[in-house]
């Protein structure tokens, strides 16, 4: 059974621009989160979707949003662009609460 | 209190000895406790997790230990194998409205010496 797929696995952006990060949840998984994860801060909770519907939202400016779509893939976008915005961007996928499986990531730089 | 503080940062061990990493919270509200392995360029795998129902679960090498007077937990690695050497993190899970959020402790390096 193919796991959580992240798109792409690399990227290089310069400051100011966007950037739109993509999942694919493992199959039946409707429950989709996204997290930050940086050397100083750790791993960080984005948000959250559930049958297209935010559910839970981590404290992040609004440049950060998400959506899911009807088949649970899910994309992040991310505006204006700043350096601190260089992360590993992880995606996780469930089928009930508990017990998340991640995807490997999308590294973004942000130049 | 929404943080989880795990020690150490990092840890040496040598094959065959045991690895010991901990973890503490605050918010009582926290009711799943699971451990996740990381290598690099990979994302977290779930390694195992507790209820706070539960003082000591054990899957193989791998045991969470789980004192919820002192809200602390640990995962005691047994026979640690040079495979086992990777960043791990503790976490617990807060649900909300039916929405699970994890809060990560900062991550232990293990490194097990051949």
């Known amino acids: 059974k193919a796991g959580v797929t992240q798109t792409p696995r690399y990227l290089i952006k310069t400051r100011g621009q966007q950037v739109t990060l993509s999942c694919s949840p493992i199959s039946g998984h409707r429950s989709v989160s996204w997290y930050q994860q940086t050397p100083g801060q750790g791993l960080q909770f984005l948000f959250e979707y559930f049958s297209e519907t935010q559910r839970n939202k981590g404290n992040f400016p609004g440049r950060f949003s998400g959506r899911q779509f009807s088949n649970s893939r899910s994309e992040m976008n991310v505006s204006t662009l700043e350096l601190g915005d260089s992360a590993l961007y992880l995606c996780a996928s469930s089928l009930n609460t508990y017990g998340y499986t991640f995807g490997s990531g999308t590294r973004l730089t942000v130049v | 209190q929404q943080q989880v503080k795990q020690s150490p940062q990092s840890l040496i061990v040598q094959k065959g000895g045991i690895s010991i990493i901990n973890c503490a919270y605050e918010n009582t509200a926290f009711d799943y406790f699971p451990w996740y392995q990381q290598f690099p360029g990979k994302g977290p795998a779930l390694l195992i997790a507790i209820r706070p129902d539960v003082s000591e679960k054990k899957e193989g090498r791998f045991t969470i230990s789980f004192n919820k007077s002192a809200k602390q937990f640990s995962l005691h690695i047994m026979d640690s194998q040079p495979g086992d050497s990777a960043t791990y993190f503790c976490?617990?899970?807060?649900?909300?409205?039916?929405?699970?959020?994890?809060?990560f402790g900062k991550g232990t390096k293990l490194t097990v010496n051949p």
């Open positions: 976490a617990a899970s807060i649900t909300q409205g039916g929405s699970e959020k994890l809060v």
